[in-house]
C-alpha cells in the first residue's frame, strides 16, 4: 500500500507523516516528489546527501533495477507527471496508456524497494500535491489518500511569518522573492487555500472510499481519536502511536526527503502547541475572509 498525505503547504504533514512513520508496518519517506526533484543532490533527515545515505542508496539502486532504467529517470518521470497542468490529462487518459503505465512501473519499483530497505510492508509519501494524490488513485489499486486541512488563518500565518523573514514564497513549484510583494504573496497563499481544497474535495468525491479527510486541529485535540480513524482507514494499528503521544514520548522522524525542519532532528515530541500563533495579524484575519466558502462546510469550520 502507499499512503499519501494530500494537502496545503503548512498544513502539518511533516508532523503526521512523521507519526504515522512510527507504526510497525509504514515507513515514511517524507516529500518524495519534492526530494526527488533534487536528486542527485537531495539532502535527507540523515544529514547526507542521497547518493551517500546506506537506506536511499538502497533504495535507489534497487528501484533502478526493478525499474529497468536510471532512478534519475524515474525521479523525473513522476516529478513531471505530478506538476498541476497533468490534472486534465490524468482524468482523460487511460491507465493503460504508455505514460502512466510507466508511472505504474516507476511507483511500483520505489514500493518494492522501500518494502525491501525498510522492512516495512507500506510506505508514505507527503509530497501533498493534488495531481500526485489523483494519479496514485486512478493508477494504484492500494493507494490511500490522508487528505490534510489546517485552518485557513494558521496557513496564512505561517506563510506570513516565512515571508517576513525573507525565505520567499513557493508558488506552482517555484519560488519568488520580494518585500514589495509581501501582501500578494499571503493574498495568493489565501486565495489558493480556497481554490485548492475545492479541488481536492472534487477528488473525494471521485473517491470517496480511499480518502479520508483529517483537519490538524482535531489531532491537537484528541490524537487518540484521531490516530484511531487513520489506523481503521489504513488498516494497521495506531495504538502505539496514540499511547506514545498521550505519555510524551519520542518519535523517530523516518527516511524522509522533504519537508520541514522536523525531518533533521532524530526524534521529536509531539506538541499541539509548537507553531501556535497566539494572536493573527491585520492582514492575517483579513485575508481569511477568502476562506469563507469553504467555511459554509462543517468540516473546515
Known sequence: MIVYIM??????????SSLIGNSDSIENVGELISGMRRYPNTIVSSGRKITEDPFWCGVTQRSSTLYGKSFEEIATLLFKTSHPREIVSILGSSRNSHKWSQVILANKSLQEAIKCE????????????VTRALSLLKTTADARVIYLVRDIASVIASCEKRVLAGEGFQFLRRRYHGKQ???LFIFVTAASWTVGNLIRELICSLYSSRVLRVRYERICANPEKEFFRIGEFLGV????ISSGI????????????????IRFSESFVFNPDVGKVAKF?????LF?????????????R
Not at 495579524?281 to 484575519?285: A, M, N, Y
Not at 466558502?293 to 473546515?300: A, H, I, N, S
Open 281 to 285: 495579524s491585520r492582514r492575517t484575519r
Open 288 to 300: 481569511s475572509i477568502l476562506g469563507l466558502p469553504l467555511k459554509l462546510f462543517r468540516f473546515y
Open 181 to 183: 510583494w509581501e501582501s
Open 118 to 129: 525498510s522492512n516495512k510492508e507500506h510506505f508514505l509519501d507527503s509530497s501533498k500535491d
Open 7 to 16: 494537502g496545503r503547504g503548512y498544513s502539518g504533514s511533516t508532523m503526521l
Open 237 to 240: 494499528d495506531m495504538s502505539g
Open 246 to 261: 498521550k505519555d510524551g514520548a519520542e518519535f523517530a522522524v523516518g527516511q524522509g526527503l522533504g519537508g520541514n525542519r
